[in-house]
């Protein structure tokens, strides 16, 4: 149960997709450790949950690398480790050529 600092209840709300985009995160990616692709209709919290599950993980044991494409929009690459950030935004047409490096370095 969450609390505030007056130790009030605090509600929490998460979308049903949270949950089972989350669940999916910890056994399909983190136990069986494959890669896993999210994708779906705008709006469905694929980048949310994402970067919240990301957040959660101990970056002294894990490094990630999240990337979001989008149809229309421009790629962006994230990579955390215990070392840093590095931080890739590319436009929609060189988004390709960005993806096979970064996905090449993995």
């Known amino acids: 149960e969450l609390q505030d600092d007056c130790g009030r209840d605090l509600v929490h709300y998460r979308r049903e997709a949270f949950d089972e985009q989350w669940r999916f995160l910890h056994e399909e990616e983190i136990k069986e450790g494959v890669l896993g692709w999210m994708q779906g209709p705008p709006g469905t919290g694929k980048t949310t ?3 919240a599950f ?3 993980l101990d970056m002294t044991q894990w490094s ?3 990337l979001r494409v989008a149809k229309y929009d421009d790629l962006t ?3 955390v ?3 840093g950030r590095r931080w890739l935004t ?3 047409e060189d988004g ?3 993806l096979e490096r970064v996905l090449a370095e993995l």
Do not use: R, W
């Open 49 to 51: 949950t994402t970067q």
């Open 90 to 92: 590319s436009d929609a």
């Open 81 to 83: 480790t215990d070392k």
């Open 77 to 79: 690459c994230v990579q």
């Open 96 to 98: 390709g050529k960005v």
């Open 54 to 56: 990301c957040l959660s």
């Open 64 to 66: 990630l690398t999240f």
